[in-house]
Nanobody, 119 residues
Framework: QVQLVESGGGLVQAGGSLRLSCAAS????????MGWFRQAPGKEREFVAR????????LYADSVKGRFTISKENTKNTVYLQMNSLKPEDTAVYYC????????????WGQGTQVTVSS
């Protein structure tokens, strides 16, 4: 079983930047993909971005495309989410998760890290 720990959240003004980290432990950093999701108050959790662990191809939600960048560092078992040009609507708890295989859904959710963007 893999354990995921997110960090890097905080309070930032609109237009600012943050970098989130997701550190994996408990087993070899492997699987099909890692992803970032977010949940704003009163809303359902939504997909933000994902990166394939083999090859590194990425996919983004339309709402963050061009502003956010997902990356990975295999030697540190860590996935990052660089968030630029932040908007108040990006305010949410951000979670990372692992998708073990193509046929499985994302799971092994971390505890989340709060991102608050002030206007």
């Amino acid at each position: 079983q893999v354990q995921l720990v997110e960090s890097g959240g905080g309070l930032v003004q609109a237009g600012g930047s943050l970098r989130l980290s997701c550190a994996a432990s408990g087993r070899t950093f492997s699987g099909y993909a890692m992803g970032w999701f977010r949940q704003a108050p009163g809303k359902e959790r939504e997909f933000v971005a994902r990166i394939k662990l083999n090859g590194g191809s990425t996919l983004y939600a339309d709402s963050v495309k061009g502003r956010f960048t997902i990356s990975k560092e295999n030697t540190k078992n860590t996935v990052y989410l660089q968030m630029n040009s932040l908007k108040p609507e990006d305010t949410a708890v951000y979670y990372c998760a692992v998708r073990p295989t193509y046929s499985e859904d994302f799971g092994s959710w971390g505890q989340g890290t709060q991102v608050t963007v002030s206007s």
